[in-house]
């Protein structure tokens, strides 16, 4: 084989291997983008789990808070159909905002999240059915101190505690924060 020969297939394989590494280094850093794109997604998707559930934990709060301070008024002999009013009015305001942060669980998912955050909706809807017969109840007959429907509300407040742990055990485990 004549040098010049030798010289062209050096220099082609040189060519292909400089090639060959581009093409492997191109890839490399095709993979390493994909992975960061993903770690991003991940790392998005926790955030907003953790915003969607903390915030569905909190409005739970809120609402169980409300509705406790609507039954210690309308139970008071003293207080007025006004105040059951203004305490039922800041009930329904609750209500809307843990409404709307089941519906975000619901997107966040992943689905055992969003079927636990549903079954304590039912729950906490069941004790809101209470809490309105109640106050109807009392504007009814000029009272809220009705037996029937205290021990009815009370039912019904101890029926979505069950719900509420599993909605919150539900959260840690879509988060990976459960223990073993």
Not at 77 to 88: I, L, Y
Not at 136 to 142: P, Q
Not at 150 to 178: I, N, Y
Request: charged fraction near 25%; glycine fraction near 8%.
């Amino acid at each position: 084989m004549d040098a010049s020969v030798v010289g062209l297939v050096g220099a082609a394989v040189g060519a292909l291997g400089a090639a060959a590494g581009g093409w492997v280094s191109v890839l490399g850093q095709g993979r390493q983008q994909q992975r960061q794109l993903q770690a991003d997604r991940e790392h998005r998707r926790e955030a907003a789990r953790r915003e969607a559930y903390g915030a569905c934990i909190a409005s739970t709060k809120l609402l169980s808070n409300a509705w406790w301070r609507f039954s210690d008024v309308v139970w008071t002999e003293q207080s007025t159909p006004e105040q059951w009013r203004t305490a039922f009015a800041e009930v329904h305001e609750a209500w809307t905002r843990f409404s709307t942060a089941v519906a975000a669980v619901a997107v966040a998912g992943p689905v055992a999240a969003a079927e636990a955050a549903e079954e304590l909706r039912v729950a906490m809807y069941e004790w809101e059915k209470a809490g309105m017969d109640w106050y109807a109840a009392a504007r009814r007959e000029g009272h809220g101190r009705l037996d029937e429907y205290a021990a009815r509300f009370q039912q019904a407040w101890r029926a979505k505690r069950a719900p509420d742990r599993t909605f919150q055990q539900a959260a840690r485990k879509a988060l990976g924060t459960e223990e073993p």
